[in-house]
């Protein structure tokens, strides 16, 4: 009796001491933590345990990252850096310049993603020529969304040029509706300035601006001319802007107080979520002007030891940039995939013609990084142009000014 | 051994905490003074590389804005939170009969957090919401009180949260003044017919000196490290038109990625309380001296 109650001690023991399967392991570090993100970041979750993984969550809320961004840096100054972090844009070559980014090259070449992801967003995914992150969607900064009966109503068709928005939200202000919706927080105030920009700089002087810091542009007569029509955008907008979520300010649009809004394309999802209907409630054209500004979110690989952990990040790398989650999960998020051969045949319209767009401006090179969502440049440097973008925006400062401005703090950021 | 015991169980009773002052408090100042030397960005580095950080800190329009608005915050508040406390105080102090309800509820937002005293007046004072609305809803069309939206007053809206939030508590510390001041002297005046005005500014006020002291360094302390109201009311905006050295330094350190900045203004914010603190111990240890 005392024996045998041993032996089935001693056997539960064993099986707990027993170590847990061995198989793919990863921790991520994200902050989708919100509605429709975090049920996207549970697809990625559920397809890492069907292949056999053991995924370990840590999510970390707040300030758009910033709060996951403080946690990571105290666990890789720690040496204890988690799996794979969502990282974007130049943050990643920054990491890697840190020297704790791992390659994983080998993964990214059996799947050929070369030739499935359009070269400029590769490009972010790369470490001095080798692989170090794996890109999850396409978010398009700038399209413009409007309330389709208040365009009706007033007879206004969607802007094809800046003439033609002028014109339109003149003509709105004139009828006493608010032309413009927009929530003044500095980030905010950054896109609706790098929507503008593109239209008047063109696809080479943007690039030139905000990816290069080419002084001359920065100072250029059409630098000028962007912050004349950001004086005139501030005109468009009603009393009540300053500090509004940009959720709100699409609620706006959708509730027919404010005909356009200047957003990226997850404003698209408040729109779907209120059950309105893409090209019969709203409508979403691109800005005026020629060129595509993307914002692609990524997970970036970080240097683990243990082959379980290399094996849970091969893993990973390769089910993020597959197909299947391609597709589900920016169904969920409201952008398109960041590979270029996925069915579109679920998305709605707006989705087709982000695509379409990519491709064709992929093509001729003006498919081009959003400064204001941390694509383009630096922490320091993106943070300094914004500062300028929302100092002219919010005072009575004038183009002159502000694009002096502009330079000093650009150079000053270096 | 007892008495060896007697004499050192104080020291080592305070040997943890000092030394967990001495690291977590001098040692981090030190190390920040060190950073700030640095061009540290993303993750600290410690080739030191001269005073460039404080160079950009002092070419930065922003920090400039952010300076000014921590005069223009500190003086209007320890002012205004001084000088409505010490009245407050006065009044309650004429032998009322609910002393004690009103004396509560003017101590009350004292215990509020600022994040909870942010929110509710960024309501009170937002146009279409609070205070400009209702006001207008009540037949004053040309009303208007738009502080908090406008960059040129916004400052001013977070200086009325503030001395709410404060003045309370100051009257608080001035009623305890009034109570401490010889009844004898007081009753002596009124026997000599002086007029209860002369009696507060020649009598009272004069001997209140150390509690002014107090309620002065007090909020000037909050006046310096208040963060959590302006992210609360305004966020730092309209633009940056409120933003306070404390919430450029967390802009930089934590959304940037830009630390070798952070850590010179945490510097120079560091230098600006001394600036305050200093003076003031000397002129307690030199009392002390006579």
């Given amino acids: 009796m005392k024996y045998t109650a041993f032996a089935a001690v001693s056997a539960v023991a064993l099986a707990c001491a027993a170590p847990a399967v061995a198989g793919p392991e990863a921790e991520v570090l994200h902050w989708w933590t919100s509605g429709g993100e975090a049920k996207s970041a549970a697809v990625l979750q559920q397809e890492f345990a069907d292949n056999g993984g053991t995924w370990t969550d840590m999510p970390v809320a707040g300030g758009g990252g910033d709060a996951a961004m403080t946690a990571l840096r105290a666990r890789v100054l720690s040496g204890n850096a988690p799996t794979a972090v969502q990282l974007k844009g130049p943050a990643i070559q920054e990491w890697y310049e840190e020297g704790v980014l791992a390659d994983i090259s080998s993964v990214a070449e059996a799947e050929g993603w070369g030739d499935v992801l359009p070269g400029s967003i590769a490009e972010h995914m790369k470490c001095e020529g080798k692989w170090c992150a794996a890109p999850v969607n396409v978010h398009r900064v700038d399209w413009i969304w409007a309330n389709a009966a208040l365009l009706e109503a007033n007879g206004i068709e969607m802007p094809q040029t800046w003439e033609d928005f002028n014109a339109a939200a003149d003509k709105l202000m004139a009828a006493g509706i608010t032309p413009l919706a927009h929530g003044g927080q500095a980030w905010q105030d950054a896109t609706v300035f790098e929507a503008v920009a593109l239209g008047f700089l063109g696809p080479e002087d943007f690039r030139k601006a905000f990816v290069e810091l080419d ?74 002007g020629d060129g595509f500004l993307y914002n692609v979110d990524s997970f970036a690989m970080f240097e683990v030891d243990g082959e379980d952990k290399q094996a849970g990040q091969d893993l990973l790398a390769k089910l993020i940039v597959g197909p299947k989650f391609q597709e589900v999960f920016n169904l969920n998020k409201g952008s398109i995939p960041a590979r270029v051969d996925v069915k ?44 300028v973008v929302t100092a002219h925006f919010n005072s009575e400062m004038s183009s002159a000014e502000a694009v002096q401005m ?4 650009v150079a000053n950021s270096l | 051994m007892t008495e060896w015991l007697e004499r050192h169980i104080p020291k080592m009773v305070l040997a943890p905490s000092f030394a967990a002052v001495l690291v977590f408090v001098y040692g981090f100042i030190a190390w920040t003074a060190w950073v700030s030397l640095t061009r540290s960005r993303l993750l600290p580095k410690y080739e030191i590389d001269g005073l460039i950080q404080y160079e950009r800190l002092f070419n930065a329009p922003r920090w400039d804005t952010a300076m000014s608005n921590l005069f223009v915050f500190g003086t209007l508040f320890i002012l205004i939170s001084m000088v409505l406390g010490l009245m407050l105080a006065i009044l309650l102090d004429q032998k009322i009969r609910t002393e004690g309800v009103l004396r509560t509820i003017y101590l009350y937002p004292m215990a509020l957090s600022l994040i909870v005293t942010g929110t509710a007046w960024k309501w009170i004072m937002n146009p279409g919401l609070g205070l400009e609305a209702m006001v207008r809803g009540w037949g004053f069309e040309s009303f208007t009180f738009d502080w908090v939206i406008n960059p040129d007053k916004a400052i001013y809206a977070v200086v009325i949260a503030g001395v709410w939030q404060a003045s309370g508590f100051v009257m608080a510390l001035f009623l305890a003044g009034l109570r401490g001041v010889d009844g004898e002297i007081i009753k002596a005046a009124q026997v000599d017919g002086i007029p209860a005005w002369r009696i507060y500014t020649a009598i009272i006020i004069p001997s209140m000196a150390p509690i002014f002291l107090s309620a002065f360094i007090v909020l000037a302390h909050l006046a310096i ?58 002129s307690e240890l030199r009392a002390k001296h006579d």
């Fill in chain 1, 406 to 409: 502009l330079a000093d703090a």
């Fill in chain 2, 225 to 282: 490290k208040s963060f959590d109201l302006v992210i609360a009311l305004t966020g730092g905006g309209p633009g940056y038109a409120t933003d306070l050295p404390a919430t450029y330094m967390y802009t930089m350190a934590f959304s940037r990625g830009d630390i070798g900045q952070a850590a010179s203004s945490a510097m120079v914010m560091m230098g600006v309380v001394f600036a305050i603190i200093v003076p003031y111990l000397y």
């Fill in chain 1, 344 to 387: 579109l045949d679920a998305f709605d319209t707006c989705a087709h013609l982000s695509a379409k767009d990519m491709g064709e401006s992929a093509d001729n090179g003006s498919l081009l990084p959003s400064y204001a969502h941390g694509m383009a440049l630096r922490g320091a440097q993106a943070g300094a142009i914004t500062d």
């Fill in chain 1, 215 to 288: 002084m001359d542009t920065l100072k250029s007569e059409k630098m000028t001319a962007v912050f004349d029509q950001m004086r005139k955008m501030r005109g468009y907008v009603d009393a009540n802007f300053p500090g509004r979520d940009w959720n709100l300010a699409t609620s706006m649009v959708m509730n027919g107080e404010a005909a356009f809004q200047i957003m990226g394309d997850w404003a698209k999802g408040e729109f779907l979520a209120a059950g309105k209907e893409p090209g019969k409630d709203f409508l979403c054209a691109s800005v005026p």
